[in-house]
């Protein structure tokens, strides 16, 4: 498909964009935090694509602190629609924090989204998340989801700038597909049918 302009979407042209995607942007999911962090870039909005239940307390939040040229608010959209923004985005981010066994071995759709869009990532410690990113060096991990370390991570990356880490994220995106990942499916379904 035609890649669209980041004018066509009407995002700023010219500061960098910091992008959570999904319909899970849920508490302990880092976005409160990823909005604090925001505040102390520059040149950097956090974009925020989707739905969740932090989504009207996250608004309150960038209008009591009249934050509003500091995030974009977009409902959810078609999937395609979606990965648009993604392609025009700078660094993704997926900071769910270790606070029940769901997030902890969470491995969210956006973080492959993020690589085959080839944008880094920046995530929390859960372990499959942070796995791939330390493996494929496709971003940063932090130990802690508080303002002061995202908003370090995010530094660091984007003043390495996106371009930086398309070796690694295309050789991610080679490796991270169904098609390879189906064949292990496959595997454990004939050994299940085959004890039955």
Same mark, same amino acid.
């Given at each position: 498909?035609?890649? #669209? ?57 960038? #209008? ?6 500091? @995030? ?24 769910? #924090? ?45 130990? #802690? ?42 595997? @454990? ?8």
């Amino acid at each position: 498909e035609e890649r #669209k302009t980041r004018e066509e979407l009407d995002l700023p042209a010219d500061i960098k964009i910091v992008i959570n995607q999904g319909s899970g942007m849920n508490v302990d999911r880092g976005i409160e935090e990823a909005f604090e962090a925001i505040l102390k870039l520059e040149d950097a909005v956090l974009l925020l694509v989707g739905s969740g239940d932090v989504i009207p307390k996250l608004k309150a939040m960038v #209008k009591e602190q009249n934050a509003e040229d500091k @995030v974009i608010f977009v409902d959810r959209v078609p999937y395609q629609e979606l990965l648009q923004y993604t392609l025009n985005a700078d660094v993704g981010i997926s900071l769910d #924090k270790d606070t029940n066994i769901n997030y902890r071995f969470s491995l969210p759709n956006k973080l492959f989204d993020y690589i085959h869009c080839g944008i880094p990532v920046i995530c929390s410690n859960v372990i499959e998340v942070k796995t791939i990113v330390d493996e494929y060096r496709v971003g940063k991990s932090i130990e #802690k989801v508080t303002p002061e370390p995202v908003a370090k991570a995010l530094e660091e990356v984007l003043s390495k700038g996106k371009t930086s880490y398309q070796d690694a994220l295309r050789i991610a995106s080679k490796e991270l597909t169904w098609e390879k990942e189906k064949v292990a499916v496959e595997e @454990v379904y004939k050994n299940l049918i085959s004890k039955v």
